[in-house]
Every structure is written in C-alpha cells, then in structure tokens.
C-alpha cells in the first residue's frame, strides 16, 4: 500500500516557466511533508518542509502548497532552471513513527533551455 | 547549516570482510539518524532508525547482526556491514533529524559499497 504517491513519472518544462509537482497521502496521521532533490549517486538534497498546520510554506523560488482536506500538496518552482533538472521526491513522516519519511517514487523533472 | 557527511565515499572489500561506514552531522545535533539503502530507479529503503545512546530500530527484513549500527553521539552514527558479500554491494545512505526545524531530515551524500 503506497502512502505516498506522485503519480507523474516525469515532467518537462521551459526555462523560465513554472514547474509544478504534485503529491498525493493516504496517511492521515502524516504531520510533516518534506521535498527532495536527488541525483544519481548522491543523497537527497532537502529543499523545502511544511507541517500540517500551515497551507503555505516559501523560500526563494520554491513554494510547497498542502490541502489537508484533499491530502494533496504540491511543490511550485518559478522559475524553473536547467539546474533544476533531477529526480523530485516527496515525503512524509508524523510524530509517532519517531519522523520517519516516507517516500513517493519520484518525479523526474527536465527543464529545457 | 544543516549538513551531513558520510565516509568512506566509496569502498571496495572482499567477500568475508567487515566495513564501516561513519555518518556525522556536522553543524547541528541529530537527535535521530537513520541509514537507508538505495535500490533501482533511486528508491530508498529505510534499513533503520537510532538515536543517540540507544539500541536502533530495524526494519523488518533487515538482518540486525548483518548491519550493526552504533549512534555513539549526538552527531555520530556508524554502519557497519558484517561478514559482507557480494549481494551487499550498493549504496547506502544516512540521513539526519535536527536542526532548525525538529522534524526535517537531511541526508549525508551516500557510500558505494563493492564486496569483491
């Protein structure tokens, strides 16, 4: 049973366009959602967070959007850059599995000059 | 802020040996640390979670005697792979809880194991 779930495999846009990610949770006891940037060989690089009580969470050209109801978030980047191109995943973790992620299986972005 | 290293960076040994593996978080204290395993098409497989001073927690499936894991401080954790073999061979990753904010992870840049 997959708690998390981003059911693109891939998406591709323009530079200087806006990139959107989308995730889906079944897990309604999921506090925490995190994103991640990942290439080949290397650890995830965390990017952005945000926790079940907030819907709205910025930093520089990333924003994470969470709708509790829908158990729905999403990860905007704008604008989106070369640089950007990698594998997005999308995690959740709560409180009482001692903040242990779980794991979408991941979006490959592409973004094209 | 909020960095994690790993080392050896890769590592190759013979079938039999043991390795290990260090994961340190290096400008903040981790409460929690946990290693993962990577497989085919960058999935991470949880192998399992410790915090500092006491026994971890594996997940099911993973052979604790195999993967002896010591979280011996607030910013050290060790992997060690035991008696490995070739089926070991992959990439193992840690990842660390702390920092700014208590429930964000941040994960080290991995180790390429080869059991010859």
């Known amino acids: 049973d997959q708690q998390v779930k981003q059911n693109s495999p891939s998406l591709s846009v323009q530079e200087g366009r806006i990139s959107i990610l989308n995730c889906d949770y079944t897990?309604?006891?999921?506090?925490?959602f995190l994103w991640y940037k990942k290439y080949p060989a290397e650890g995830p690089t965390f990017l952005i967070s945000?926790?079940?009580?907030?819907d709205k969470n910025e930093d520089g050209r990333f924003t994470v959007f969470l709708n509790k109801s829908a158990k729905h978030l999403s990860l905007h980047i704008v604008p989106s850059q070369p640089g950007d191109s990698a594998v997005y995943f999308c995690?959740?973790?709560?409180?009482?599995?001692?903040?242990?992620?779980?794991f979408g299986k991941g979006t490959l972005l592409t973004v094209n000059p | 802020g909020a960095v994690v290293s790993q080392h050896p960076s890769w590592v190759i040994c013979k079938s039999g040996t043991s390795v290990k593996i260090e994961c340190r978080s290096l400008?903040?204290?981790?409460?929690?640390m946990f290693w993962y395993r990577q497989f085919p098409k960058q999935s991470l497989m949880l192998m399992a979670t410790?915090?500092?001073?006491?026994?971890?927690?594996?997940e099911q499936g993973v052979e604790k005697d195999k993967f002896l894991i010591n979280h011996a401080s607030l910013t050290l954790s060790t992997l060690t792979v035991t008696s490995a073999h070739p089926e070991d061979s992959s990439f193992y990753i840690c990842?660390?809880?702390?920092?700014?904010?208590?429930?964000?992870?941040?994960f080290g840049p991995g180790t390429r194991l080869t059991v010859t």
């Open positions: 990842s660390a809880r702390g920092g700014l904010a208590y429930y964000e992870q941040y």
């Open positions: 897990n309604s006891m999921f506090d925490y």
């Open positions: 945000i926790s079940s009580i907030k």
């Open positions: 995690a959740a973790s709560d409180s009482g599995s001692n903040y242990k992620l779980t």
């Open positions: 400008d903040f204290q981790a409460t929690t």
């Open positions: 410790s915090n500092e001073g006491s026994k971890a927690t594996y």
